[in-house]
C-alpha cells in the first residue's frame, strides 16, 4: 500500500445549490470532476489520506473578520457558511494534530470578499482564508501567520482585511492589475500605516509559464518567509494561472502548480479561482495533493500539454528577473506611510469600491489609530447603493487599553447618533461581537 510522507486532510464542498447562474463558470462542476479524477486515480486508498467533512461557519466566525451590512444572513447562504466551515475544518484538523497539512476544496470562493461586506464582489461573498485565520488566532493563539495567494487575480479582498495587521504577512502572485480584474496588487501597496512591508504584491505580466512562476517563489516569495518566521503558512489557491483558463491569460500547468506547492510548504491550502472546469482543474488539484502529500507528481500532465502549452517568451523573463529588487525592497526596506497620523490620531483612507456580480457601488471612510502598544484601533463609516450608512470598529487582537477605551466610546457615540442603519462591534480582547440596527 502506498503511503503520504505527510499526513493530509481533504475537505470537499462543491455547493450543488449555489451557482451565479447555470451556465457560469463559479458553479459545482469546478469540484465535481476533481472530485472523480482523485477518486479514479485511488488518492482515498492512500494511507495518510483522510477526507474530512465542513464545519458550518457560526455568525460570530464571520463577524471576527467582517463587518457584515445590514447583517450577516443578509449577505451570505449557507453556502457560504459551509464552504467558510470547510476552511474552518481544514484549520482544526492541522490545529489539533489530525493531520500535517490540509487543503480545504471548497466553494464558493472568497479572496475578492472585503473588510466591509455588502454584497458579492468577485464572485465573493465572505473571506475564507480570513474567517479561518482569525479562528486559529482566537482558539490556538498563534500570532505570526503568512498568506501565499497564488491566483491569477489579485486577492484584493484579503489585502483589505489584513492591511493593517503587522502580524499577517500577506503576499500575492497575480497577473498585472493593469490586464486583468480587480485592477489592483500594484507594488505600490505595502499595507497601511502601522503595518508598512506585510503587504506585498507581484504583479506578473500575461503570459507567465512554470519558469516565471517558480523564479519567483524561488527569489521573492521564500526569502520573505525565511525572515518573517510565520508559524503558519497559508496557500490562496487559485488555479486560474493555467494556460486553459477561459478568463485569464496567464500560461501556467499542473505539473507547475504542484512544484508551485512543494517548494512553499503550505500549512493548509484552500480553493480560490480556476475556470477550465475539465482542461484542468482535475489535473491542478490532483498535483496539489499529491505535493502536499509528499508523494510523487511527475506524471501528471495535462491531456492537451504537447499540443497547447508553450514556454515563456525571453522579454517577460527579463520583466519578471527586474521585478526582484522592488518586490524585496518593498519587504525589507519599505517607505514610510508619509501620510500617518500621530500617535494617538487617525490617519483617513477614503475608498470607492464596486460590487462588479451585484452591481453595488460602496463609498467608505476608514480610520485607523497610530498606537505603539497594538496594531490600532480601526472605525470605518460605509454606505452603498444598496444600505444607508453603516459603522464598523473593530479592537484588534492584543488591542490596548485605549483602543479598546476609544472603541467602547465610538461604539456608544454612533449608537446614539441614530445616523447609522448598523452598527457592529468586534472586540477580539475581551472576544465580544455586538451589533446594533435600526
Given amino acids: 500500500m502506498i503511503k503520504a510522507a505527510n499526513r493530509l486532510g481533504l475537505v470537499f464542498f462543491p455547493a450543488y445549490d449555489w451557482a451565479i447562474s447555470p451556465t457560469h463558470p463559479e458553479r459545482e462542476e469546478r469540484l465535481l470532476y476533481t472530485q472523480d479524477q482523485l477518486r479514479e486515480e485511488g488518492i482515498f486508498d492512500i494511507k495518510g489520506i483522510t477526507e474530512l467533512k465542513p464545519d458550518i461557519a457560526t455568525e460570530t466566525d464571520i463577524m471576527r473578520s467582517h463587518f457584515c451590512f445590514p447583517d450577516v444572513s443578509s449577505v451570505t447562504t449557507e453556502s457560504h457558511l459551509i464552504s467558510a466551515g470547510g476552511a474552518l475544518r481544514a484549520a482544526r484538523a492541522v490545529m489539533d494534530g489530525e493531520v500535517d497539512r490540509a487543503f480545504a476544496l471548497v466553494r464558493p470562493p472568497g479572496h475578492h470578499s472585503m473588510k466591509c461586506v455588502h454584497g458579492n464582489r468577485g464572485f465573493c461573498n465572505i473571506n475564507n482564508e480570513a474567517i479561518m485565520i482569525e479562528y486559529i488566532r482566537e482558539h490556538y493563539k498563534t500570532r ?76 521573492m516569495v521564500l526569502p520573505i518567509l525565511e525572515d518573517f518566521k510565520p508559524e503558519i503558512i497559508i496557500n490562496s489557491a487559485g488555479q486560474d494561472n493555467h494556460y486553459t483558463d477561459p478568463i485569464t491569460n496567464m500560461n501556467f500547468t499542473a505539473h507547475g502548480y504542484a512544484l508551485l506547492n512543494e517548494k512553499l510548504k503550505p500549512h493548509i491550502a484552500v480553493l480560490e479561482g480556476g475556470y477550465s472546469i475539465q482542461g484542468a482543474l482535475p489535473y491542478v488539484n490532483l498535483g496539489i495533493v499529491l505535493a502536499m502529500a509528499g508523494l510523487d507528481y511527475s506524471h501528471i500532465k495535462e491531456p492537451d500539454y504537447d499540443t497547447n502549452y508553450s514556454p515563456q517568451d525571453e522579454e517577460i523573463t527579463d520583466y519578471i528577473k527586474q521585478l526582484k529588487k522592488p518586490v524585496l525592497d518593498n519587504y525589507f526596506n519599505p517607505r514610510p506611510d508619509m501620510e500617518r497620523a500621530p500617535e494617538g490620531e487617525f490617519t483617513l483612507r477614503h475608498k470607492n469600491i464596486y460590487y462588479d456580480t451585484d452591481g453595488i457601488q460602496e463609498d467608505q471612510r476608514e480610520y485607523i489609530m497610530t498606537c505603539k502598544n497594538c496594531r490600532g484601533l480601526l472605525y470605518i ?58
Fill in 144 to 219: 505570526r501567520i503568512a498568506i501565499v495567494d497564488t491566483d491569477c487575480h489579485h486577492g484584493d479582498g484579503t489585502q483589505d482585511i489584513f492591511w493593517h495587521d503587522p502580524d499577517v504577512l500577506f503576499i500575492s502572485l497575480h497577473q498585472d492589475g493593469r490586464t486583468l480584474y480587480p485592477g489592483s496588487g500594484h507594488l505600490r501597496e505595502m499595507g497601511g500605516p502601522n503595518a508598512r512591508g506585510r503587504t506585498i504584491n507581484i504583479p506578473l505580466p500575461p503570459y507567465t509559464s512554470e519558469d516565471g512562476f517558480i523564479y519567483t517563489i524561488d527569489e
Fill in 381 to 438: 463609516e460605509s454606505s452603498s447603493s444598496v444600505n444607508p450608512p453603516c459603522v464598523g470598529i473593530d479592537i484588534p487582537v492584543n488591542g490596548c487599553a485605549r483602543c479598546t477605551k476609544e472603541g467602547y466610546k465610538l461604539f456608544d457615540k454612533a449608537v446614539k447618533q441614530g445616523n447609522f442603519r448598523t452598527v457592529q462591534m468586534t472586540d477580539r480582547v475581551n472576544k465580544k461581537y455586538e451589533r446594533h440596527s435600526r
